[in-house]
Nanobody, 127 residues
Framework: QVQLVESGGGLVQAGGSLRLSCVAS????????MGWFRQAPGKEREFVGA????????YYVGSVEGRFTISRDNAKNTVYLQMNSLKPEDTAVYYC????????????????????WGQGTQVTVSS
């Protein structure tokens, strides 16, 4: 079972920025597409974005496109979520996840494509 550990969450004012990190224990990390999801209180978990195993392709949900950027450093088994121009509606617990199969596509955003999740990190955006 892959272990994923997120960090970098916190409290920020609207318009501010945060960068989340997710470190994976998977030795073949560089062959897996990684995703970010979030879950706000009382809401279902929502796809935020994903990055291909090479890092050359990314895909975002419309509400964050242009504000959030996903990147990865395969040498460090780490994926990042840079969040700029944060809004109160971005408040949620953010989770990283690894796809079930190697060399998968980042497009689609289906949680069923992922089978290991981190413990989550809280992001709170105040107005």
């Amino acid at each position: 079972q892959v272990q994923l550990v997120e960090s970098g969450g916190g409290l920020v004012q609207a318009g501010g920025s945060l960068r989340l990190s997710c470190v994976a224990s998977e030795r073949t990390f560089s062959t897996y597409t990684m995703g970010w999801f979030r879950q706000a209180p009382g809401k279902e978990r929502e796809f935020v974005g994903a990055i291909s195993w090479t890092g050359s392709s990314t895909y975002y949900v419309g509400s964050v496109e242009g504000r959030f950027t996903i990147s990865r450093d395969n040498a460090k088994n780490t994926v990042y979520l840079q969040m700029n121009s944060l809004k109160p509606e971005d408040t949620a617990v953010y989770y990283c996840a690894i796809q079930k199969t190697r060399f998968g596509s980042p497009f689609g955003g289906f949680s069923t494509d992922y089978d290991s999740w981190g413990q989550g990190t809280q992001v709170t955006v105040s107005s």
